[in-house]
Structure formats: structure tokens, C-alpha cells
């Protein structure tokens, strides 16, 4: 009989490993994981190709219609791509001490235990972000709806044109990582180009002497602005939208090239790019359009385009508009997927959500959940959907900036290979507890609410699986513990601490480094062949 120091002992049943299965021989195949394929460039692209889509050309209008004035929504859009800078180099230090894929899951659960983990898993997956792709969806669908039909668009046409361009990316997510991150560059790209149109359109204006100059003069640029500082909140929710991916790398740090070094710039970079980027987008809306006109508008970029250069200008923008959504969606899906991926592998949803297919290498269960779920909620009004997510994301990230701070205070000296001011994570924690509290004293107060419904839900869902686990284990028959050279351990072997991730020497003993008191670095795996 094999001693337990001979070989490092896999640690998980063959069930809640993906690809991991022992054959009639008894020999056990490797795990299928991800490839480290995305480097700092195809980093910092995804990242503003998930940033910049729909929220664009939706949230101008919440913005200065909260705010009541040009010179306030603009300070509301440089705040709010300065928060999400910081918020992007908090994220790095997280994602550079835990390097797993899975973003709040991972530093929530190894922090605060499984619990408060799966919560954010389960808002995350099956609220937040199929809610937000869906706000990009039904945009792309109204556009190219008016686009082809014009005015005669229906109800089903809409819907329709929705849920085809869900199965296309998540078809192009299912076939291969490598080609919906070149798709997203390359739309990434265009987006520039996109947005580069929107300030030459501001700039034709002022050719022509037709620009709006109440917007720019100190006299009249704050004029009708609120004097409600929850106004003020609600304007920095609706901006925040439009960074609302900032994050986005954190969920596929094992994709990661070099992730100590690869996170933190292409984060850097990308967000630097998208806060440029809408800075001089809403230079031109102002230019365009008065705030009446901004206000009113439905089709602000194809109406920008139109003022500027007839109807050529309106069909660029238009396609712009689509290529800028289509490149959102798609690489949403390939975050939002390998959170899915990473909390079914780690037990806490359903184990077959956890499979990577070795042929395609993605987590094609994780896809097709994540997109039935976004259909669900195509028949949701896109505009009323943003108070509600917008409180249950910045909860969450108010819960994730307390690991930094509880971690920097229980783990002072574990290995930090990037790290932000002490400063910056105190006040980041103070700007997420505010976008919390704030929308509850608002006119939105409801909708702002209506979120936190998920969370009873969820734990429900939490107790389900805990008890059908724990009904399921007692059910099982005796089982044999399965080691990496397939030599076999009977269940009356004991393995203890000491013989395992002990500091005592021996293969497989090196010490785990650990963060709070509920998880570790370590991915352990176990596996069980039942006698």
C-alpha cells in the first residue's frame, strides 16, 4: 500500500473536477485548464472592448438629466472614470495575491468563507451581469431593427434580433478564447475609430458655427443644476454603467499571461483609454446637442451623426454603434463565463457548470448558462434595469474592498506583488458603502431595493445544495482514495494535516499559503474510486 507521503494526493472527488475522471483501467487523465494565452495588449483591449458598448449612448442621457447641467455631468463622468481607475489597481492587488479566475468569488470566499462567496456568485451570474449584457443586446437590437425596418419594427422583430445575437457570441465563445479575444481587439479597434467619428461630428459643428457654446461658458454651464446630492449619486450610477467592466480581467486571471505584471497595466491601460475615450465623447454630445437635446434624444449616436453629416453620418454611427455592442456582449460572456466556471469547480454550483471541453478547451456549460440567462431578460425594460443592478454590484464591491482592508490588517505580511496605498483602499471602501446607501433615500429608492431580493433566494439555493451534498456523501458507498501514480489507498487510511500540505518535508508538503481563515491558494484536488 502506497504511503500518503509518497505521491501528493489529489484532493476532490472526481465529480467536482472538471475533465478529471479515472478510466477502466484506473488511471486517472489530467485536468483540462485554461491556457495562458492573453497577453497586456489583448488584456487592456477586452477589457475597454467590454467597457465601451451600450452605455455610451444610454447613460448620457440619466447623467444630465440627474445632474441638470453640462459642467456637472461632465465632473460626474471624469469622477466616475477616476473611481474606476483606483478601483482597477485595488482589483490588481486582489487578483496578484489570489491568482485564480473567478474575481469577487475567489476573494470573497478566501476572506470570508464560502457563504458570502456563493451570494455574490449567484447575483453575479443570474442578475448583475446577464442584466447588463442584456441592456447591450436590446440596444443593438433597437438599432439594427430601425436600421432595416425603420419605423415599422415590431415587438417580436426586436426580441428576435436579441436573442440571435446571444446564441452567435456565445457560439463564438464556445468555438475557441483565442478567437473571441481577437474578435473583441479587433472590434476594440473600431471602437476608437467610433469614437474618434463622434469628435470629429462635435468638431464639423463647430465649423460651421452651429455648436452649442451655453454648454462650455462658466456663466451658463451649471445653470439649472441640482442642488440634490442623492441627484448627484443617481448621475454617478448611471456614468459608473459605462465603466462598469473595469473588472473584467479579474475573472480570467489563469488566462492571464504573466499575471503579476499583465494585470495591473493592461488594467491601467485599458481604463485610461475608456475615461479618454468618453471624456471626448460627451465633449461632443455637448457640442451637439443642448441639454433639452441630449435629454430627449433616444438614438443620441446616430443623431449625432445626422447633425454633423446628413445620413451617412447617421448609418456610420449606427454601425458603429453595433460593431461597439457586439464586441461588449461577446467578451462579457468570456468573463462572466469563467466566474460561472470557477464557482461550480470550487462546489458551489452545480459540478457539470465546472466542465472545461478538452476539444474547444472553454467552459461551454458555463456559456450556455450564462446565456439562457441573459435571454430571460429580454423582455425587461433596459433604462429601468440601472438603479436596481447598480446597488447590487456596488455592494458587492463594497464587500470585496473590506477583503483588502480585513486581509492588509489579518495578513500584513503575505506576498503582495502589486499593492496600492492603504489610503486608496479606505477610500474606495467609503465610496461603495455611499453608492449603497444614497439610491435608498432616492426617488429610485424601489427599484434600488428590488435587487436585494436575490440575496434570499440565493441562500435558499445555498442551503439546498448544502443539505443535498451532505445527504448525497452519506448515501455513497465505502470509497478508495485514487493516487497521482494510481497506486490505491483504502478508506481505512487515514490522511492527516501533518502528512498533508504539512511544512514537515516530503512531496506534496510544501506550506499553503493561506488568506483569512477560509481558503488558500492551493488548488487541492482528491479523487475518490469507489469500491
Known amino acids: 500500500m502506497a504511503s500518503t507521503s509518497e505521491t501528493s494526493p489529489l484532493l476532490r472527488s472526481t465529480e467536482e473536477v472538471p475533465g478529471l475522471e479515472d478510466d477502466s483501467c484506473g488511471t486517472v487523465n489530467k485536468p483540462v485548464k485554461m491556457q495562458r494565452t492573453v497577453g497586456v495588449l489583448a488584456g487592456a483591449a477586452i477589457l475597454f472592448g467590454n467597457c465601451v458598448g451600450a452605455g455610451i449612448f444610454i447613460s448620457p442621457r440619466g447623467v444630465y438629466e440627474k445632474t441638470g447641467s453640462a459642467a456637472g455631468g461632465m ?3 471624469a469622477v466616475a472614470g477616476l473611481i474606476s481607475t483606483l478601483c482597477t489597481l485595488a482589483y490588481a492587488e486582489l487578483g496578484t495575491m489570489m491568482q485564480e479566475s473567478g474575481g469577487e468569488f475567489v476573494y470573497i470566499k478566501n476572506t470570508y468563507g464560502k457563504y458570502p462567496a456563493f451570494l455574490f456568485s449567484f447575483c453575479n451570474a443570474f442578475l448583475i451581469k446577464p442584466a447588463m449584457l442584456t441592456v447591450g443586446v436590446l440596444t443593438f437590437a433597437d438599432y439594427m431593427a430601425a436600421l432595416i425596418w425603420g419605423d415599422g419594427a415590431t415587438f417580436v422583430m426586436v426580441k428576435s434580433i436579441g436573442a ?19 474578435f473583441c481587439s479587433f472590434i476594440s479597434i473600431f471602437k476608437l475609430v467610433v469614437v474618434f467619428f463622434l469628435l470629429v461630428c462635435g468638431f464639423a459643428i463647430v465649423i460651421r458655427g452651429k455648436q452649442h457654446k451655453e454648454n462650455f461658458k462658466p456663466a451658463t454651464a451649471f445653470k439649472n443644476a441640482s442642488s440634490n446630492p442623492t441627484d448627484y449619486g ?13 473588472n473584467s480581467l479579474n475573472f480570467m486571471t489563469e488566462e492571464l499571461k504573466s499575471p503579476t505584471e499583465t494585470l495591473p497595466r493592461a488594467g491601467m491601460l485599458g481604463v485610461t483609454a475608456v475615461t479618454v475615450s468618453y471624456l471626448l465623447a460627451n465633449i461632443s454630445y455637448l457640442l451637439l446637442f443642448s441639454m433639452s437635446g441630449i435629454i430627449d434624444s433616444k438614438t443620441i449616436a446616430m ?13 456610420f454611427m449606427c454601425i458603429g454603434l453595433l460593431l461597439s455592442v457586439l464586441g461588449c456582449v461577446g467578451g462579457g460572456i468570456l468573463c462572466v463565463s469563467r466566474n460561472i466556471q470557477s464557482t461550480a469547480e470550487d ?3 452545480p459540478a457539470w457548470m465546472s466542465r472545461i471541453n478538452p476539444t474547444f478547451n472553454t467552459p461551454i456549460p458555463a456559456i450556455l448558462v450564462l446565456s439562457t440567462t441573459t435571454m430571460m ?3 425587461v425594460d ?39 496605498p492603504i489610503v486608496v483602499g479606505v477610500f474606495l471602501f467609503l465610496v461603495t458603502v455611499a453608492c449603497v446607501v444614497l439610491p435608498l433615500f432616492s426617488s429610485d429608492r424601489y427599484s434600488a431595493l ?17 443539505y443535498y451534498n451532505k445527504f448525497s456523501r452519506s448515501s455513497y458507498p465505502a470509497a478508495t482514495m485514487v493516487s497521482a501514480n494510481s497506486s490505491v489507498v483504502s478508506n481505512s487510511s487515514v490522511v492527516s494535516n501533518s502528512s498533508v500540505g504539512s511544512d514537515k518535508g516530503g512531496v506534496g508538503s510544501l506550506p499553503v499559503p493561506s488568506y483569512g481563515s477560509h481558503g488558500n491558494t492551493q488548488k487541492e484536488s482528491i479523487v475518490f474510486k469507489n469500491g
Open 234 to 246: 443617481l448621475a454617478f450610477y448611471f456614468s459608473a454603467f459605462s465603466y462598469t467592466s473595469w
Open 75 to 77: 465632473i460626474v463622468w
Open 347 to 349: 462546489g458551489q454550483f
Open 450 to 466: 428590488m435587487g436585494f431580493i436575490t440575496l434570499p433566494l440565493a441562500t435558499v439555493f445555498y442551503l439546498a445544495k448544502h
Open 303 to 315: 443623431d449625432s451623426g445626422y447633425l454633423a453629416f446628413g445620413r451617412v453620418g447617421e448609418l
Open 377 to 379: 431578460y429580454l423582455f
Open 164 to 182: 440571435s445575437v446571444i446564441v452567435f457570441l456565445a457560439v463564438l465563445n464556445i468555438l475557441s478564447s483565442k478567437l473571441i479575444v481577437k
Open 382 to 420: 433596459p433604462y429601468a434595469l440601472i438603479p436596481c443592478l447598480g446597488t447590487m454590484e456596488w455592494f458587492f464591491y463594497m464587500i470585496t474592498f473590506s477583503c483588502l482592508l480585513y486581509l492588509r490588517y489579518t495578513e500584513p505580511k503575505n506576498y503582495r506583488p502589486f499593492k496600492i
